[in-house]
């Protein structure tokens, strides 16, 4: 049991540090480019595991809205399904 706990431990510490790295890379990646696309920034806030999303139902239309904050920077966007809505970005 205890061997079992330890290798579960070790694949998710290793797991932990994939999805780190893989961030890592992403922010990387968009800070050094001379510029993103709004559908980028989309997918990258839709898919970070950093960002809290709230979901509502409302006249049975599937709305949700995504906050995340990264390097001091915050990004706010809304969607309705699949289609974006609303999106901002605040920096100091």
């Known amino acids: 049991m205890k061997e079992q ?10 797991s932990v540090s ?19 696309s709004v559908f980028e920034l989309y997918e990258w806030i839709k898919e970070n595991p950093s960002a809290s999303v709230q979901k509502q139902t409302l006249l049975g239309i599937s709305y949700s809205f995504y906050a995340l904050h990264e390097d001091g920077v915050f ?15 605040y920096s100091p």
Not at 19 to 32: E, I, P, W
């Open 5 to 14: 706990m330890s290798n579960l431990f070790n694949q998710l510490k290793q």
């Open 75 to 89: 990004f706010y966007m809304e969607t309705k399904y699949d289609y974006l809505l609303y999106m901002t970005i």
């Open 18 to 36: 994939d999805v780190s790295d893989k961030l890592y890379d992403k922010v990387h990646t968009l800070q050094s480019s001379p510029g993103v």
